[in-house]
């Protein structure tokens, strides 16, 4: 678990700040999808070494939901994204996880709020 | 001759006497020195007994490593066992006590297990005692626990207290010795934020203990510069006594800072510092020399009885050997010789280098010899020595032995994120991994032995650290500098001395022997992790920071391979031990996790309630009158009472969420299994919000207040979770809907009436008309008090009586509530509690998390009509529908009543078929929840029973062998009262309205420490309107730009929501018009769910790190700045209202456990 979470909308923020929920990379399929896809959504999860994009909640701050991408071995935080901006660029794109919006980065500083 | 001191020299101040005693007797020293010298001082050098064999221990490391000179500190609750004598300043009044001694120190009956160490090699009760098993238990584990081991805890509750702070920086500087003290001048001057920590209660490391000369200063004289430099310095944090224990991804470090000369203020403090960079400077241990007897009191490491020599002026005695390999030994040789003691200098080496022969001049010199076996009782008296060359073998008369066997860089906080250390053959020493997370070290923490290099290399790497950070760091000029040898630190590695006759010990405090490695190695536990294991060696409080590098070396040995094939064991946080205490800090106790208190807590108190935990709340369970001696006699006149006239009881503690936005009542249809957006405005619907696996996640109520304006209602238990999954769902799943969440829980007193006659009784305190036309069931609207307050009225129950729910903004809630006793007087009006409650609601069948237990449908609890056919899409309806979750076999939720009216039953037992056998073949259900009924007279029970619809009527056991209880018992229908049963109540109708009292907001500072003079003073604000402006993320600006207009403040929350403050006095209507109406844009009333604090003074941004972790510099750096933070586990919107003054907004349930909180954290800085 990273130690240090920087939250897009309140800055840095210890850990302590947050809740978990785990995996962000399943879409939650259409009502009409076959059961399968549900079965998949709600029980299949790999158990990533290495970098995963997880829904964390910023309980204690601004409540907002975030997707955070970390690398569960040496604990690094790649980005941090508002779980909102994730869904709508993975909306438009479904094949690329690339959000478009605010994201913050250890390397680019902390993004005006 | 034994230890003594000279009359003359050292750093110690011989004017200030200090007197303190150990094991009872009286004994004094001198301002400036630690237990340990100070005893030496004494002449006492037998300091303990071993952990194994009991064997008489003294000094050896004199520093973070000591082993040996283990000690315990005061008693009863305060009592802290294996505290090392080396690290602690000598102080008034300071009462030590040696450990692992029977009957005494001087003279141990353990020491016998010494005679019998032939049969206590490493494994020894692995292998002795495998058999027979059933003893290990009783017999062995006991004895052995008590013949070994270390100091004892105490068994008493700590009174000690604790703190926990943050500390923000740009570079961490590890270790104040020569190297620190350069990287922490180098960094603070280029003007970044540093923190300098030493394990140590003075700054300046070996500056302190060895003879050097840099530029015109002596070496204490130069770290006192340095230091004055850095404390005049704001930007600079000096943290003496503080030991960083571990190092953490981010950058984040964790220290504790030892308080045990402090007055006042934490005993100890647990730290934990984020920085950008971090120079590691811990310095180097020296290590041990590996013969027999290395363990004898006398015998001790070179560096720490030069240190001793020069810091304490501490005489080791007339006649010194010193046996070493490397240059350490001729400068303590160089420094007993200037003192006038006579020195034996035994070096391994056959070549010395000029220098060091030059430092030594004046020994008697024994090169390419070495001691085999120092010899003595409690402590050395002669040492053997063996010529290499020809084998010969002496024995010299001495007083004291030093050793150096080279030196140890100290990497553990270097490898705590994974990494290991790196073996270098050319040196002999394992070197810090690469630079990791901005973490590098300097000095000889890096391996470099020489002062002058210790200082560049200091120098060095803080202006790194500055400048990776965008500081420009001057050039610090390098002071010419005088050493001893002149700077000759090399040393040759041997890891143990093959002439040995007696015991070799490798890890002193665990009792680990060069032989018990040997032995690990022959009998296949020659890894580094497994003999370690099997040994112990490095297991013991000290995690073998003297040890490990040796057993390693003679592990290599052994195996025929080099140190570096051998590699080291895994370093982990904990440095040091840590106290748990210290790691609680104030998260214990009642203080374990904050408490809630309803609005209603004082009017409950008043009328004498029982409190019990329920959650994060207190909630009153019951409230016993004249002689009722127990809770249930309270329950059952409570229960009584509500069915028969009319109850009152606190509901405030229901999560309560407003829900807004043009999608509020699309959002509520996919979140929910009924179809709310039918819901007509003014009225409320019971609801069930399932998971997405399909199974119950919570009940509660959805009111329509206005045409996209909706209250949801939710369990007490359930209130966080479901607020968070409506989060997640609106953020993460839809959000393209517009819909707007906040939690009015705090905002609401919530008050039930219920009974056949609360209409009677709220007549008369609500204006409005409560017929049942006006206020059918269900009803949901804005009401008038006679006083003229705007209210809340639900038509809801959960007694199954008649029953309403009076919600008030919180600060009215104990006048409403006294005006409806006052009311209900005529009416024998009685409050009730949660006991009470759960039995009306048993008796109606409703139910609870102790029937949504995450196993349930709504199916099982007969609530299956409640799910929508109609709708394409909500939460959990694909998965409601798989098979499992639809079979007629399941689990259904029925009614019990034993056949024995008078026989219990308890929630958790199972059912059985009668004559069944107790398995899990037969299990049929199990019972959820049990109470008894004073209608009924009988105790009855809601439970889980296969195919439990079609089973009323049969008998069956409910089996409860943890208990011990088989009770017969029939099934039934889950309702077992009828409501309005109890016919007509001749009751007067013509009873004068009831006013308010004015309400009194309550101080919640009452009592508490709020100020420290000048520096710090906590306050509440006057009450003052606040209001959360929300609305779509895309109009932020807007909604700021409304938020500020309330106090000139804005207070974001997250985008699209902020929080607007009134000015004092002004009412919460006043604000709402004052912000303005925007279609798009809704406004939320919080003025009575939020309590305001300031927190003002120098020291405010200090008490404000005991409880948060943002970093106020950065995040809120100009006044008018604000975010929201948690403080310990408390939500709050903090605001810098001035350069040293904060507002914190905190949630009102919160709000007397937060003050309470703060007020600590004043009281401990004072």
């Not at chain 2, 450990?99 to 001087?106: A, I, K, V």
């Not at chain 2, 070290?441 to 200082?455: E, K, Q």
């Not at chain 2, 080291?568 to 106790?589: K, N």
């Amino acid at each position: 678990m990273a130690s240090l979470i920087r939250c897009p909308h309140c800055g840095m923020r210890p850990k302590e700040e947050f809740s978990i929920r785990g995996d962000a990379s399943p879409v939650r399929p259409k009502p009409e999808a076959k059961f399968a896809a549900w079965d998949d959504y709600l029980h299949s999860r790999d158990n990533v070494r290495g970098v995963m994009h997880e829904h964390w909640q910023h309980v204690g701050g601004c409540r907002r939901w975030l997707v955070v991408e970390r690398d569960t071995f040496t604990h690094e935080v790649h980005s941090v994204v508002d779980a909102a901006d994730y869904a709508r660029a993975r909306a438009v794109k479904p094949s690329k996880v690339k959000p478009k919006g605010k994201t913050a980065t250890a390397a680019k500083g902390r993004a005006k709020s | 001759m034994s230890f003594s001191r000279f009359d003359t020299g050292g750093l110690i101040d011989r004017s200030e006497r200090i007197g303190f005693s150990f094991d009872g007797k009286q004994l004094e020293g001198f301002a400036g020195d630690t237990l340990a010298s100070a005893l030496l001082a004494n002449g006492v050098s037998l300091m303990g007994r071993s952990f194994k064999y009991h064997r008489p221990r003294g000094l050896l490391s004199g520093g973070a490593s000591e082993p040996n000179a283990l000690v315990t500190l005061g008693g009863g609750a305060t009592r802290e066992p294996n505290l090392r004598a080396s690290m602690m300043a000598l102080r008034e009044g300071l009462k030590a006590e040696s450990q692992n001694r029977w009957p005494s120190l001087g003279f141990d009956v353990g020491a016998v297990n010494s005679a019998l160490s032939p049969f206590l090699g490493a494994g020894f009760y692995y292998k002795t005692f495998m058999w027979p098993a059933a003893l290990w238990e009783k017999l062995y584990e006991p004895l052995i626990r008590r013949a070994a081991g270390l100091g004892r805890a105490s068994h008493a509750p700590d009174v000690q207290e604790y703190e926990k702070r943050w500390a923000h920086c740009d570079v961490l500087v590890i270790g104040a010795g020569p190297a620190g003290l350069m990287a922490a001048l180098t960094a603070a001057r280029s003007g970044a934020r540093v923190v300098l920590c030493d394990e140590s209660f003075d700054f300046g490391g070996r500056l302190l203990k060895d003879r050097v000369e840099i530029g015109d200063a002596d070496g204490p004289g130069f770290a006192a510069g340095v230091i004055a430099e850095l404390a005049a310095n704001p930007n600079v944090r000096l943290l003496a006594s503080t030991t960083v224990f571990g190092t953490y991804d981010s950058g984040v470090y964790g220290a504790v800072e030892r308080r045990d000369a402090a007055e006042r203020g934490p005993a100890q403090r647990v730290w934990r510092i984020v920085a950008k960079r971090c120079v590691l400077a811990a310095g180097a241990e020296e290590r041990p020399l590996v013969f027999g007897g290395n363990d004898r009191p006398g015998v001790m490491m070179a560096s720490s009885m030069r240190g001793l020599l020069n810091a304490q002026a501490i005489r080791p005695g007339d006649h010194v050997a010193v046996f070493a390999t490397g240059g350490s030994g001729h400068e303590t040789a160089r420094d007993l010789l200037k003192h006038g003691l006579a020195v034996t200098l035994v070096d391994a080496r056959a070549d010395v280098p000029a220098e060091e022969l030059a430092a030594s001049e004046g020994a008697r010199l024994l090169t390419g010899y070495v001691v085999a076996d120092a010899i003595g009782g409690k402590a050395v008296s002669a040492v053997d020595v063996v010529d290499r060359a020809s084998g010969k073998r002496d024995k010299i008369k001495v007083d004291a032995l030093a050793m150096s066997g080279g030196w140890n860089p100290v990497v553990g906080l270097a490898c705590h994120r994974g990494d290991r250390p790196v073996w270098d053959e050319a040196s002999g020493m394992f070197l810090p991994p690469a630079e990791r997370d901005g973490l590098v070290a300097a000095g000889s923490a890096a391996g470099i032995l020489d002062l002058a290099g210790c200082l560049s290399s200091g120098a060095a790497q803080g202006a790194r650290a500055a400048t990776d950070l965008g500081f420009k760091p001057r050039k610090v000029d390098a002071e010419a500098v005088r050493e001893a040898c002149g700077g000759s630190t090399g040393f040759q590695t041997l890891w143990h001395v093959a002439e040995a006759r007696g015991k070799a010990f490798v890890d002193f405090q665990n009792d680990v022997t060069v032989s018990d490695l040997g032995l690990a190695v022959r009998e296949g536990y020659g890894h580094v992790e497994l003999a370690k294991r099997y040994t112990t060696t490095g297991m013991a409080t000290d995690q073998g920071k003297l040890s490990n590098f040796n057993a390693i070396g003679i592990l290599a040995e052994n195996r025929g391979v080099s140190p570096d094939q051998v590699g080291t064991t895994t370093f982990r946080p904990f440095y040091t031990p840590v106290s748990i205490g210290a790691l609680a800090g104030e998260h214990r106790g009642s203080h374990y996790r904050p408490v809630r208190r309803s609005p209603l807590h004082g009017w409950a108190e008043k009328h004498g309630a029982q409190f019990i935990e329920a959650g994060a709340w207190m909630r009153a369970s019951h409230f016993p009158r004249g002689d009722e001696t127990d809770w249930k006699q309270a329950c059952d006149r409570e229960t009584l009472a509500v069915r028969a006239g009319v109850g009152i009881s606190d509901a405030s503690t229901l999560g309560k969420i407003d829900l807004s936005g043009k999608d509020a009542a699309k959002f509520l249809d996919l979140i929910y299994t009924g179809k709310m957006s039918t819901l007509a405005v003014g009225k409320a619907r019971y609801g069930l919000m399932l998971r997405e696996d399909g199974l119950l996640m919570d009940d509660g109520t959805v009111s329509r207040l206005g045409e996209s304006h909706y209250l949801i209602t939710t369990t007490t238990a359930a209130a966080g979770e479901v607020m968070a999954h409506m989060e997640f769902c609106a953020q993460a799943l839809w959000p393209e809907l517009d819909v707007r969440l906040a939690s009015v829980t705090d905002q609401w007193a919530q008050i039930t009436v219920a009974g056949p006659l609360s209409r009677d009784v709220l007549g008369r305190v609500v204006a409005d008309d409560l017929s049942e036309t006006a206020v059918p069931f269900l009803a949901a609207r804005e009401v008038t008090l006679h006083s003229g307050l705007k209210a809340r009225l639900f038509r809801i129950s959960f007694s199954g009586e008649l029953a309403f729910e009076l919600a008030v903004p919180a600060r009215h809630g104990e006048a409403v509530a006294d005006a409806i006793v006052e009311a209900g007087q005529p009416f024998g009006i009685t409050p009730y509690g949660l006991e009470a409650l759960n039995v009306l609601r048993t008796e109606k069948g409703f139910i609870t998390h102790a029937e949504i237990d995450g196993r349930t449908t709504p199916g099982d609890l007969g609530l299956g009509k409640m799910v929508s056919a109609r709708k394409d899409d909500f939460v959990g309806r694909v998965m409601l529908s798989r098979e499992g979750l639809q079979r007629d076999d399941r689990e259904q939720l029925v009614g019990l009543r034993p056949v024995n009216p008078a026989h219990g039953i308890l929630a958790g037992g199972h059912l059985l078929e009668p004559d069944s056998v107790p398995a899990m073949a037969n299990d049929q259900g199990h019972v959820t929840s049990a109470c008894w009924s004073p209608h009924l007279k009988s105790t009855i029970a809601l439970a889980m029973l296969k195919r439990g619809r079609e089973r009323h009527g049969e008998r069956l056991v409910v089996w409860d062998p943890l208990r011990g209880i088989e009770t017969e018992v029939v099934v039934c229908a889950p309702v077992f009262v009828e409501a309005g049963r109890l016919g007509e109540v001749k009751i007067a109708r013509d009873l004068d309205p009831v006013q308010l009292a004015a309400a009194v907001p309550p101080d919640l500072l009452a009592g508490l420490v709020c100020r420290v003079a000048d520096r710090v003073a906590l306050t509440q604000l006057s009450a003052a309107p606040v209001c959360l402006v929300a609305g779509p993320a895309a109009r932020n600006a807007a909604i700021r730009k409304m938020a500020r207009a309330g106090d000139g403040v804005a207070r974001p929350v997250q985008p699209g929501h902020a929080l607007a403050v009134g000015n004092s006095g002004e009412g919460s209507e006043d604000l709402v018009e004052r912000l303005g109406a925007d279609g798009a844009i809704s406004l939320c009333d919080l003025s009575d769910a939020r309590v305001r604090f300031q927190l003002a003074g120098p020291e405010a941004q200090e008490i404000i790190a005991t409880q948060s972790g943002i970093d106020l510099s950065a995040e809120l750096a100009k006044p008018g700045s604000s975010a929201p933070t948690l403080f310990g586990h408390v939500p709050v919107q903090l605001t810098r209202t001035g350069a040293d003054a904060f507002e914190i907004m905190v949630f009102s349930t919160y709000a007397q456990d937060l003050a309470q909180s703060l007020s600590r954290s004043i009281r401990l800085s004072g």
